[in-house]
């Protein structure tokens, strides 16, 4: 039986650049016990649609302007304040994407777990600070908390975010919800710890037969865990259907080039020159950063980068892997010289780097670019796109004032944008075209050797693929040697001729990329390999079971 | 070199006045302003009787055709008294602010980006200089240097760029850590070239504000200080000590307290229009229409 009926929904935001109908007449249903996936990019409504079943929108400027949401027959989107906090309290409950600030920092997670019960709507239903605390231990030990009747007085920032997660989920489930809503409940986690979570989130839907509603972006995450499919783009269903049916039997255009966007297997450029010479050597290298609260001589430094040797030869693209805290970012940065190494050292063209001032490491620089993470952070919101890529170009005297128009233009046209947007500030631009513009400006100076720092990791799957391919592209076209960092397994396979495997600032294994896919040496890199969640729902499945 | 700076400024500050010039609030406040140091600046010429000029035997008259705003108790004109303090207190409010602008911002800006011991010791700094008690700061300086309306400039803009630099350093260090500001460096820009290119312009909003609330107030500080008498010396004027005279005599003669406090009312105004319009027309995120 269907616990949650939705029916013509309709949210509209009313903005001064007029209404943006951001869910437009988006129907499903939910049965108790069922797991129902939400899919698609950002901007498509997904988690507007479950947000306005919890009145949890912000109004003005969001207005539902229709539908109906029926929730054991009741309708949630014409219920009166107190009877949605009755709801909140009792019946659906949700788990949001970010556990670092999810959770109050100023409260112990006990506290924060026993609110609910402790101050519940319904003055019958409060129960005892010393029944609510038994609960809540219970439910820690559930969700995976070891030792949880001391954890139970530990604040937010002494847990790591898989288990802040935990502590998440078990707070969502305190009040014995019958509908539990997880909005991108593993896309700020580590690849080894959203296995773990998702896992939880299953067997707890299990053993409790409660209604999930999972949103997600990514269709692999879903594929093990969803039993029906909904995708959603512009506000609007395009697909909804069984897991199966959607992943292998879709006729609709748009769910596949979703599942067409999503890397797979390796993909070989058909015109590469490499050789042996090596571009970059990086020898016994150490970033070390100062941890003032270091009590002993061991935890005095925190070891980022500790004795990391490897070499790049020219012309290769070296994928660089690690979880968060793995180091991987730094190691790039100290290659570049933007962050102090403490020992080693790193040759670009046989020529050492490190030790080497500012003044003397701009020639340098000219042969050395990066791609950065974030493209909304990674541009100047105060310079035009034609300022942002001039910049290089006049401070590196590649250009003169003459030539300079030209120049920008051919840049525009090697990264795919159109040149009528040279005056446009960033803000105008969405995330892929801005990750176009910061692509621009790093081979503006017609660069060497490029390190691309999780450069895709912010985009949705479809731009993803466009921004791989255009990478690949123009390390094929301008026969660029380039280090890849990134915590996605798929899209390195999909991108790099080698990989390198890093955990706690040390590298654990290295080697070409089908080699290591198919043999992974080290227990860490199989434990990664084997936490790829795969967008395919029968071996997806396996694989969970495998778990 | 110099064609990155003609091309910056044909870019953020000529798409800013674009955007400036569509704002009529704020056009309305530069009018104003406009028209207030117009008026200051040839108030020797157009000014109806000199700011000396007493009439004891007519004493305080209530506003009339002769004297449009009145006369104060010594029977001076309070409209030439008015726009003859307008040159002392527009003078006063831009100059020091300017003053505590420049050093506030290169203040905060190098402590901020640089961090580490440099920021500790200069906002040590400033914590010292806060706690310095400014009375005694500005006696002590009226002491050494004698009276002189360069030093009240100086003097009121110390002391207010103390709030400017923290400001400015809060921002700075926020944006230092922003991936722009990485590739910034990746590409060799200098760090002075950093701060100026792509620190200082975002920091701009909140100094913007700012500045158009340290304004009106340091025109207040002044009258306070000439108060104590150790600012600008009667029979000169300015709108702060008007305002004073004015709240000792508010029962019986009103108008006294009314026109300059309007004038600095109006002054008050213009700027937060003006400030408003500059924000929105300095951020590029806010719509072009």
């Given at each position: 039986?269907?616990?949650?009926?939705?029916?013509?929904?309709?949210?509209?935001?009313?903005?001064?650049?007029?209404?943006?109908?951001?869910?437009?007449?988006?129907?499903?249903?939910?049965?108790?016990?069922?797991?129902?996936?939400?899919?698609?990019?950002?901007?498509?409504?997904?988690?507007?649609?479950?947000?306005?079943?919890?009145?949890?929108?912000?109004?003005?400027?969001?207005?539902?302007?229709?539908?109906?949401?029926?929730?054991?027959?009741?309708?949630?989107?014409?219920?009166?304040?107190?009877?949605?906090?009755?709801?909140?309290?009792?019946?659906?409950?949700?788990?949001?994407?970010?556990?670092?600030?999810?959770?109050?920092?100023?409260?112990?997670?006990?506290?924060?777990?026993?609110?609910?019960?402790?101050?519940?709507?319904?003055?019958?239903?409060?129960?005892?600070?010393?029944?609510?605390?038994?609960?809540?231990?219970?439910?820690?030990?559930?969700?995976?908390?070891?030792?949880?009747?001391?954890?139970?007085?530990?604040?937010?920032?002494?847990?790591?975010?898989?288990?802040?997660?935990?502590?998440?989920?078990?707070?969502?489930?305190?009040?014995?919800?019958?509908?539990?809503?997880?909005?991108?409940?593993?896309?700020?986690?580590?690849?080894?710890?959203?296995?773990?979570?998702?896992?939880?989130?299953?067997?707890?839907?299990?053993?409790?037969?409660?209604?999930?509603?999972?949103?997600?972006?990514?269709?692999?995450?879903?594929?093990?865990?969803?039993?029906?499919?909904?995708?959603?783009?512009?506000?609007?269903?395009?697909?909804?259907?069984?897991?199966?049916?959607?992943?292998?039997?879709?006729?609709?255009?748009?769910?596949?080039?979703?599942?067409?966007?999503?890397?797979?297997?390796?993909?070989?450029?058909?015109?590469?020159?490499?050789?042996?010479?090596?571009?970059?050597?990086?020898?016994?290298?150490?970033?070390?950063?100062?941890?003032?609260?270091?009590?002993?001589?061991?935890?005095?430094?925190?070891?980022?980068?500790?004795?990391?040797?490897?070499?790049?030869?020219?012309?290769?693209?070296?994928?660089?892997?690690?979880?968060?805290?793995?180091?991987?970012?730094?190691?790039?940065?100290?290659?570049?010289?933007?962050?102090?190494?403490?020992?080693?050292?790193?040759?670009?063209?046989?020529?050492?780097?490190?030790?080497?001032?500012?003044?003397?490491?701009?020639?340098?620089?000219?042969?050395?670019?990066?791609?950065?993470?974030?493209?909304?952070?990674?541009?100047?919101?105060?310079?035009?796109?034609?300022?942002?890529?001039?910049?290089?170009?006049?401070?590196?005297?590649?250009?003169?004032?003459?030539?300079?128009?030209?120049?920008?233009?051919?840049?525009?046209?090697?990264?795919?944008?159109?040149?009528?947007?040279?005056?446009?500030?960033?803000?105008?631009?969405?995330?892929?075209?801005?990750?176009?513009?910061?692509?621009?400006?790093?081979?503006?100076?017609?660069?060497?050797?490029?390190?691309?720092?999780?450069?895709?990791?912010?985009?949705?799957?479809?731009?993803?693929?466009?921004?791989?391919?255009?990478?690949?592209?123009?390390?094929?076209?301008?026969?660029?040697?380039?280090?890849f960092i990134s915590h996605d397994l798929s899209v390195v396979r999909y991108i790099c001729d080698r990989v390198v495997i890093m955990q706690h600032g040390v590298v654990v294994e290295e080697g070409d990329t089908e080699m290591l896919w198919a043999n992974p040496q080290q227990l860490?890199?199989?434990?990664?390999?084997?936490?790829?969640?795969?967008?395919?729902?029968?071996?997806?499945?396996?694989?969970?079971?495998?778990? | 070199?110099?064609?990155?700076?003609?091309?910056?400024?044909?870019?953020?500050?000529?798409?800013?006045?674009?955007?400036?010039?569509?704002?009529?609030?704020?056009?309305?406040?530069?009018?104003?302003?406009?028209?207030?140091?117009?008026?200051?600046?040839?108030?020797?010429?157009?000014?109806?009787?000199?700011?000396?000029?007493?009439?004891?035997?007519?004493?305080?008259?209530?506003?009339?055709?002769?004297?449009?705003?009145?006369?104060?108790?010594?029977?001076?004109?309070?409209?030439?008294?008015?726009?003859?303090?307008?040159?002392?207190?527009?003078?006063?409010?831009?100059?020091?602010?300017?003053?505590?602008?420049?050093?506030?911002?290169?203040?905060?800006?190098?402590?901020?980006?640089?961090?580490?011991?440099?920021?500790?010791?200069?906002?040590?700094?400033?914590?010292?200089?806060?706690?310095?008690?400014?009375?005694?700061?500005?006696?002590?300086?009226?002491?050494?240097?004698?009276?002189?309306?360069?030093?009240?400039?100086?003097?009121?803009?110390?002391?207010?760029?103390?709030?400017?630099?923290?400001?400015?350093?809060?921002?700075?260090?926020?944006?230092?850590?922003?991936?722009?500001?990485?590739?910034?460096?990746?590409?060799?820009?200098?760090?002075?070239?950093?701060?100026?290119?792509?620190?200082?312009?975002?920091?701009?909003?909140?100094?913007?504000?700012?500045?158009?609330?340290?304004?009106?107030?340091?025109?207040?500080?002044?009258?306070?200080?000439?108060?104590?008498?150790?600012?600008?010396?009667?029979?000169?004027?300015?709108?702060?000590?008007?305002?004073?005279?004015?709240?000792?005599?508010?029962?019986?003669?009103?108008?006294?307290?009314?026109?300059?406090?309007?004038?600095?009312?109006?002054?008050?105004?213009?700027?937060?229009?003006?400030?408003?319009?500059?924000?929105?027309?300095?951020?590029?995120?806010?719509?072009?229409?």
């Amino acid at each position: 039986m269907a616990i949650l009926e939705v029916d013509g929904l309709k949210v509209y935001f009313h903005t001064r650049n007029g209404v943006v109908k951001a869910v437009d007449d988006v129907s499903f249903s939910v049965d108790s016990g069922e797991t129902l996936a939400i899919v698609g990019e950002s901007g498509s409504g997904k988690s507007v649609t479950c947000y306005s079943l919890l009145d949890l929108l912000p109004k003005p400027p969001a207005k539902i302007e229709g539908g109906t949401a029926l929730f054991n027959g009741k309708d949630l989107l014409t219920c009166t304040a107190d009877e949605m906090r009755h709801h909140r309290c009792n019946d659906i409950a949700v788990i949001f994407q970010d556990p670092m600030t999810s959770l109050n920092p100023f409260l112990t997670i006990g506290e924060q777990l026993i609110e609910p019960l402790i101050y519940h709507p319904d003055k019958s239903k409060i129960e005892t600070r010393s029944r609510a605390k038994e609960k809540a231990v219970k439910l820690l030990d559930e969700v995976g908390i070891i030792d949880p009747h001391t954890r139970f007085n530990c604040y937010p920032h002494e847990f790591s975010g898989g288990m802040r997660q935990r502590v998440m989920i078990a707070m969502a489930l305190i009040t014995e919800p019958k509908l539990l809503i997880c909005d991108e409940p593993t896309t700020a986690l580590d690849v080894t710890i959203q296995a773990q979570i998702l896992e939880l989130i299953k067997k707890l839907q299990e053993t409790r037969n409660v209604a999930v509603i999972f949103i997600s972006h990514d269709l692999g995450v879903v594929a093990g865990i969803a039993d029906k499919i909904i995708v959603m783009c512009e506000g609007t269903i395009r697909e909804t259907g069984d897991t199966d049916a959607v992943f292998y039997h879709s006729s609709n255009d748009y769910t596949k080039k979703l599942l067409d966007a999503i890397p797979e297997g390796a993909k070989v450029l058909p015109n590469r020159v490499t050789s042996n010479e090596p571009l970059v050597e990086v020898s016994n290298l150490k970033t070390f950063f100062k941890n003032e609260s270091g009590k002993n001589d061991d935890d005095r430094y925190i070891k980022a980068v500790n004795n990391v040797s490897l070499t790049i030869p020219r012309g290769e693209i070296l994928g660089l892997v690690g979880e968060s805290g793995s180091g991987k970012s730094t190691l790039g940065r100290s290659i570049l010289q933007l962050a102090p190494t403490t020992q080693g050292s790193v040759k670009f063209e046989g020529k050492t780097l490190t030790g080497l001032s500012s003044s003397e490491l701009f020639p340098w620089r000219r042969k050395m670019q990066m791609i950065f993470q974030d493209p909304y952070a990674s541009l100047n919101p105060r310079m035009t796109v034609f300022e942002t890529l001039s910049e290089p170009l006049l401070y590196h005297k590649l250009a003169t004032k003459k030539t300079i128009a030209s120049q920008i233009k051919q840049l525009m046209d090697d990264v795919g944008l159109s040149q009528g947007q040279l005056k446009k500030y960033p803000h105008e631009f969405s995330g892929g075209q801005r990750q176009r513009i910061a692509i621009g400006r790093a081979i503006a100076t017609k660069p060497e050797f490029i390190i691309a720092d999780e450069p895709v990791s912010a985009l949705d799957v479809t731009i993803q693929a466009q921004i791989l391919d255009l990478i690949l592209d123009l390390v094929e076209r301008h026969n660029l040697t380039m280090m890849f960092i990134s915590h996605d397994l798929s899209v390195v396979r999909y991108i790099c001729d080698r990989v390198v495997i890093m955990q706690h600032g040390v590298v654990v294994e290295e080697g070409d990329t089908e080699m290591l896919w198919a043999n992974p040496q080290q227990l860490y890199t199989k434990d990664l390999l084997a936490a790829i969640p795969l967008a395919d729902p029968i071996s997806e499945r396996a694989r969970m079971a495998r778990i | 070199m110099d064609s990155i700076e003609t091309d910056k400024g044909s870019s953020l500050w000529k798409d800013a006045w674009i955007k400036l010039s569509k704002n009529r609030l704020a056009l309305v406040g530069l009018g104003l302003l406009v028209i207030l140091i117009v008026t200051s600046l040839l108030t020797p010429i157009i000014a109806p009787y000199g700011y000396e000029a007493q009439n004891l035997d007519m004493g305080a008259t209530a506003p009339s055709l002769q004297h449009w705003l009145g006369t104060d108790i010594f029977g001076r004109d309070m409209l030439t008294r008015i726009m003859y303090g307008g040159r002392v207190s527009l003078m006063v409010g831009f100059i020091a602010t300017a003053v505590a602008l420049v050093i506030g911002i290169l203040w905060g800006a190098t402590a901020g980006f640089f961090g580490g011991r440099l920021d500790a010791i200069m906002m040590r700094i400033v914590d010292v200089l806060y706690a310095l008690p400014f009375m005694i700061f500005i006696i002590l300086l009226m002491v050494v240097f004698g009276r002189n309306i360069l030093l009240l400039f100086f003097a009121i803009g110390a002391v207010e760029w103390l709030t400017m630099a923290r400001i400015v350093r809060s921002q700075v260090m926020a944006l230092r850590n922003q991936e722009f500001v990485e590739a910034a460096s990746s590409l060799g820009l200098s760090q002075w070239t950093i701060i100026r290119r792509h620190i200082i312009p975002n920091t701009l909003g909140p100094v913007i504000v700012y500045t158009t609330l340290t304004i009106p107030s340091v025109m207040l500080l002044e009258a306070f200080l000439s108060f104590l008498g150790l600012g600008i010396q009667p029979p000169q004027s300015s709108w702060g000590l008007l305002i004073n005279y004015g709240v000792e005599t508010m029962e019986e003669y009103p108008w006294l307290l009314i026109f300059p406090g309007l004038a600095l009312s109006l002054t008050l105004f213009a700027l937060n229009f003006l400030g408003d319009g500059l924000r929105d027309a300095l951020d590029p995120r806010t719509s072009k229409d």
